[in-house]
């Protein structure tokens, strides 16, 4: 019911090779689905975060056909007190989809959640949990990548085209990939960029196009600016782009060669800068060999690249400073077997421009596409929040970003 108040007992166990303490804050007897990576996730004082379950068995949906890439049901939104563990429930008679993210994100203040559910944009104020729907987004669009700006006035999401899938009768929906990714590349969906003005109620189209476009993200103080990829194989497509909403101005950045370089999962700084992952080899039928992390203002200036010496994580998230990161891979040495197994605390070494990869802890997830670890710090950098599977259900983790108990040789 929603204003009900649900106390998770946490479990605690230390990690076998390092010894860190790793806390299962939810209870393992539902899924627990927090936002994608990418998305605002934590009020700023680093005391409240969100995820999406279905634990209360209180959604109603409306269209049980509606399209969701990596789709594992639906839920009701929760606002979780992490020092507590204790869950509000936000919403009622919702269904938030669940899988590779739950669509749902927290204003940095602290004060407002926003999700979609049943073909509409809402927000929910997190003192009086009345909700309001913003805009209608049909289920003809799958929608994707909510972000917003630091001070809340701006809401952004990308919606692409749903279209059938020859190939879908080929490939397990809950692969550790996305479920017809080359399909929807080559038939190019058509796409937009929306940003919803929360001062003004109304949203508008930013840019678009024939490209399946997501990864979404406002520059955090400035809601002139909007980061979004070209969704696709990654060493098939222009990846990465810039907007300036008010000038119309879409621009590439970090220019690929097209079957040589590979650029991906692309996030927006707390300092303002883009963060993306690269790979690149010299020729079409070999193995991407060099691996780094960039680091690039929205002009392009003062990029930085951070190289691997052996595989990089899939996923990465950086701190305030941007002088560590976190990732869902811990690659020690060249014949490490298991190393997408464990969570790495990685140091960025600007004199050699290095990414020195340390282990923190096993995360022990399935890698199925909805239940990818997504390791994220809290604001304040002291600790790593992530999702597994390793108990059996999807759960909610979190480790103390702790330098001193990685190790760099197993």
């Not at 279905?54 to 939104?77: M, Q, R, Y």
């Not at 070209?230 to 097209?258: A, F, M």
């Not at 976190?326 to 969570?343: E, F, H, Q, T």
Request: proline share 4%; hydrophobic share 35%; net charge negative.
């Amino acid at each position: 019911m929603k204003g009900n108040r649900y106390q998770f007992n946490r479990s605690k166990i230390k990690d076998p090779i390092t010894g860190v303490e790793v806390i299962r804050i939810t209870d393992n007897k539902a899924l627990y689905d927090r936002p994608y990576f990418t998305t605002p996730q934590f009020s700023a004082d680093g005391k409240y975060t969100i995820f999406v379950s279905d634990f209360t068995h209180t959604s109603i949906i409306l269209n049980p056909d509606a399209p969701a890439i990596g789709k594992i049901g639906f839920g009701e939104l929760f606002l979780l007190d992490i020092e507590k563990g204790e869950a509000l429930q936000l919403t009622q008679g919702e269904a938030i989809k669940m899988g590779h993210g739950a669509h749902a994100m927290i204003s940095k203040d602290g004060k407002m959640a926003y999700y979609y559910s049943n073909e509409y944009l809402k927000c929910v104020d997190l003192e009086t949990l009345e909700s309001e729907e913003l805009m209608r987004v049909p289920f003809t669009y799958n929608f994707h990548s909510l972000t917003a700006t630091d001070d809340g006035r701006y809401i952004g999401f990308s919606v692409v085209e749903e279209v059938p899938l020859i190939t879908s009768q080929f490939t397990d929906p809950f692969s550790g990939s996305a479920p017809g990714s080359r399909e929807r590349f080559f038939k190019q969906p058509s796409s937009l960029v929306i940003r919803y003005d929360m001062k003004k109620r109304k949203g508008e189209v930013v840019t678009g196009g024939h490209n399946r476009i997501t990864h979404t993200s406002f520059k955090p103080d400035d809601g002139d600016y909007m980061v979004f990829c070209h969704d696709g194989p990654w060493h098939l497509v222009q990846r990465l782009w810039t907007v300036k909403v008010s000038t119309d101005e879409v621009t590439p950045l970090i220019s690929q060669q097209k079957y040589l370089e590979r650029v991906g999962h692309e996030f927006t700084t707390a300092k303002g800068r883009i963060g993306a992952q690269y790979s690149y080899r010299y020729k079409a039928d070999m193995e991407f060999f060099l691996n780094a992390d960039i680091l690039v203002d929205f002009d392009g200036k003062n990029e930085e690249r951070f190289y691997y010496p052996f595989l990089r994580p899939e996923h990465i998230n950086v701190n305030y400073d941007e002088t560590y990161a976190v990732g869902d891979r811990a690659m020690l040495s060249a014949d490490m077997k298991d190393s997408n197994k464990y969570i790495a605390l990685i140091e960025y070494d600007r004199n050699y421009h290095k990414a020195h990869t340390n282990l923190l802890c096993y995360h022990g997830t399935s890698g199925r596409k909805h239940a990818h670890s997504h390791p994220v710090f809290t604001p304040d950098g002291s600790h790593i929040m992530f999702s597994s599977d390793m108990d059996g259900n999807l759960n909610i983790y979190m480790v103390e970003a702790n330098m001193s108990k990685t190790v760099r040789n197993i």
